[in-house]
């Protein structure tokens, strides 16, 4: 696993929380760095690779100093939003940054169209979350962007990285992915010609590791730890908000002393630790085996 020293964070150099979550949002790598070889492609798709990310952070970093000072523009745009859903506010900083862009002075994108319905007669097909000409090669591109948060189960092998609903899988998310949100080849008279998958947040290892790390799962950015036990050094509950990016802590915060399901990160943010209650873990016998899962909640 990469050192925490090597971890390229620079959202943490920021006071504005909203500024925060836009630089993470930009700046991180995806959660894995290549598809499963499990995956099985019905329409294929690319992910960015780290570098990438890197340099939309760079090239954007002055941008974000200036928000920092003066974060009015981004709360405005940020004050549309209707849903609570961390997935919405994820895809609404993304849609600022790309719209955030006079004369193509921070990247290469022109947006095109954002959350664009397909409808086929009284039917609706599908929807596209960004088409945006890349003027640096002159392609249409098509982006699918998620935020999400996946706990490894058994052997972390693709089918066993639940989300805290059950029903959310890495493997559902990717499979939705490949046979429908990329399946459109033709839009609006556009053709595409890149499909890229955005799919950020945080992967979540048992605290007791036991097994080896699938190749896929990318090491150039921060694993969280999840269990039902109380970690031994001092630990933050995390706001809802925080889990795209942790707040500043102030000095004087003291440590959360009390525990309910949620997340949870050391003083100086280098632990993110998921908690699970013990009541919601449940034994389940099957080849003679025992296998630890948490009940839907």
Request: charged letters at 20%.
């Amino acid at each position: 696993m990469t050192h925490s020293s090597c971890l390229f964070e620079p959202w943490l150099k920021f006071k504005t929380p909203i500024v925060r979550q836009l630089a993470f949002c930009i700046a991180s790598p995806n959660i894995i760095s290549s598809l499963p070889p499990e995956l099985h492609l019905t329409f294929s798709f690319e992910l960015h690779d780290d570098a990438f990310w890197k340099n939309c952070y760079l090239n954007y970093q002055s941008r974000l100093a200036e928000l920092d000072v003066n974060p009015e523009p981004l709360m405005a745009f940020m004050a549309n939003i209707k849903s609570t859903r961390l997935g919405i506010r994820f895809e609404t900083l993304l849609w600022f940054w790309l719209q955030d862009n006079p004369d193509e002075k921070y990247h290469p994108y022109r947006l095109i169209k954002h959350s664009l319905q397909q409808i086929d007669g009284a039917k609706t097909v599908g929807e596209l979350d960004f088409l945006l000409l890349n003027t640096q090669t002159n392609q249409i591109e098509h982006w699918e962007v998620a935020l999400k948060f996946y706990l490894a189960e058994q052997h972390y092998q693709l089918p066993f990285w639940y989300g805290l609903n059950r029903e959310d899988t890495l493997q559902k998310k990717l499979q939705h992915f490949t046979r429908k949100q990329f399946q459109f080849t033709n839009v609006i008279g556009y053709t595409i010609q890149k499909r890229f998958a955005v799919l950020k947040g945080q992967l979540y290892l048992p605290l007791c590791q036991r097994y080896p790390i699938p190749h896929w799962v990318n090491r150039h950015r921060r694993l969280g730890r999840w269990g039902s036990k109380f970690p031994q050094q001092e630990m933050y509950h995390l706001s809802r908000h925080e889990w795209i990016a942790p707040n500043p802590l102030p000095p004087e915060t003291a440590p959360t002393l009390w525990w309910r399901n949620d997340l949870y990160c050391n003083k100086d943010l280098t632990l993110f630790y998921m908690f699970r209650q013990p009541n919601l873990i449940y034994i389940n016998v099957k080849c003679s085996q025992f296998k630890l899962h948490s009940v839907t909640f």
